[in-house]
């Protein structure tokens, strides 16, 4: 999990679900925007990991997801999982924001919190927590 001259490292090849692809452009619109208001005025830098954004952490989790048993056979249900990235780029306070189910829940947050260190966020050159936010789908 470590970023060597600058190369990522290659995930499982794992499809974003149409749900999670959906809600990730529409997370890094959200992205585009606020740092088109907070880049120009306060020198936001978002997180990063191993190198690259949302979409790798997306893919990373997807790897690390065990399954519960669940009667939702042949369903696409989606976990929307809050963290925050801290300044020394480690993942803290994860929950689900929105889910269907307490068992996804606890698979969902259980995979985002092994998550390995993040290059962290940073306001003027100065590192800063930064709350972040991923869709877990689970493919029934």
Known sequence: GVVIDGIKPEYPKVDLRYKQESFLNE??????????MIATRVGFVRPKFQGGDIRDFA?????????PEH???GKELVVVVEF??????????????????????DAAVEAVSKSPQWTPGEQNGEKKNVRMTVPVVFDL
Do not use: F, H, I
């Open 27 to 36: 997370l890094e619109n959200t992205w585009e925007e606020r740092n088109l």
């Open 59 to 67: 893919l990373w989790v997807n790897s690390q997801l065990v399954y």
């Open 71 to 73: 009667e939702s056979v």
């Open 84 to 105: 925050t990235v801290l300044k020394d780029g480690t993942v803290s306070g994860v929950r689900p924001l929105y889910s269907v189910d307490p068992a996804l829940n």
